[in-house]
């Protein structure tokens, strides 16, 4: 496995602090957001690193174990298992051995249990952990915006998952226990789910926040009024300014996306105008907008 510094993917060093680790991942997250970089590969990558850097730094638990064992600390209870089965003294013609005094590493000791040596017989009976699984989801927009259930097959196995509102497009959540099957009875590996959300043909989604258009009458634009609105929690009255200009926009508070796993909490969606202009007018019409244009 190729070595990833979390640390280095989000700017940051070995000292920082919870709040200094959210702070660099939403100024990341947002320059190489999916919705703001399409058909950028690279972006998508940097932006999957920086979700997974994110995941493990701002777990204390997880961020122990990357700090002590790198690239292997998924498999630290491995490690530490292992090592105390080898540190168990063997006599070999009265002389004790004991794998803790010939000062391998990590790597070279778990090496070590595979190969031939007096270590073949008892490799055997280790037990390691199955591989990781990689899979994608499609969400639509609508799908993605309220937490439901689905039902997954991942080699021939069923898995029903609880998707939570506000997940984000291109983001990566761990199924514990769901991958490969474990060598000797061993765990079984993680399945690890990338959300893949389609485009919604009435609302761009940028983070938490929603942007929609909305047509108005010209007498509507002109003299104010009332327009309803669609959203994707249903329909609102929304109430329009006297004179709103074309291109104009309004912001609704918290009528945007649900904030991933925080009930209750959601962006801003923001309305732009399209001012139309009446078409097919009478002679009496046209007439009035003549006077109008006089005064």
């Known amino acids: 496995m190729t070595f990833i510094d979390y640390y280095k ?9 919870i709040s200094d680790i959210k702070k660099a991942y939403r100024k990341l997250a947002r320059k190489y957001h999916p919705d703001l970089n399409p ?16 995941e493990v730094l701002s777990d204390p638990e997880k961020r122990k174990k990357y700090d002590k064992y790198g690239k292997d600390w998924e498999h630290a209870e491995q490690f530490e298992n292992a090592k105390q089965h080898q540190e168990q003294s063997s006599d070999f013609g009265g002389y004790k051995y004991s794998r803790a005094q010939s ?19 008892r490799s055997r009976q280790v037990k390691f952990r199955g591989e990781d699984y990689n899979a994608q989801l499609q969400l639509n927009l609508t799908d993605a915006y309220r937490t439901h259930t689905q039902t997954l097959t991942v080699n021939g196995r069923n898995i029903r998952i609880t998707i939570p509102a506000g997940i984000e497009n291109g983001q990566t959540i761990k199924i514990a226990g769901h991958g490969g099957p474990g060598i000797n009875g061993g765990p079984n590996g993680d399945l690890y789910l990338t959300f893949s959300i ?3 043909p009435g609302f761009k989604r940028l983070g938490n926040d929603l942007y929609t258009q909305a047509d ?10 009332e327009i309803t609105l669609k959203t994707l929690n249903g329909k609102v009255r929304l109430k329009v300014k006297p004179e709103t200009q074309n291109g104009g926009r309004v912001k609704l508070k918290g009528k945007g996306f649900p904030v991933y796993k925080k009930d ?3 962006g801003d969606l923001y309305i732009t105008y399209t001012v139309k202009i009446p078409t097919s007018l009478t002679e009496k019409q046209k007439e009035l907008f003549i006077e109008l244009s006089k005064l």
């Open 103 to 121: 000062g391998t590493d990590f790597s070279d000791f778990f090496e070590s249990m595979f190969g031939g040596s007096a270590n073949a017989g």
């Open 216 to 225: 108005l009458e010209l007498y509507t634009a002109v003299l104010g009024g």
């Open 9 to 17: 993917i989000l700017g940051i060093d070995k000292k920082a602090t």
């Open 264 to 266: 209750g909490q959601f």
């Open 39 to 54: 058909n950028d590969a690279d972006a998508k990558k940097n932006f999957q690193q920086i979700n997974e850097a994110n």
């Open 198 to 200: 389609a485009d919604h």
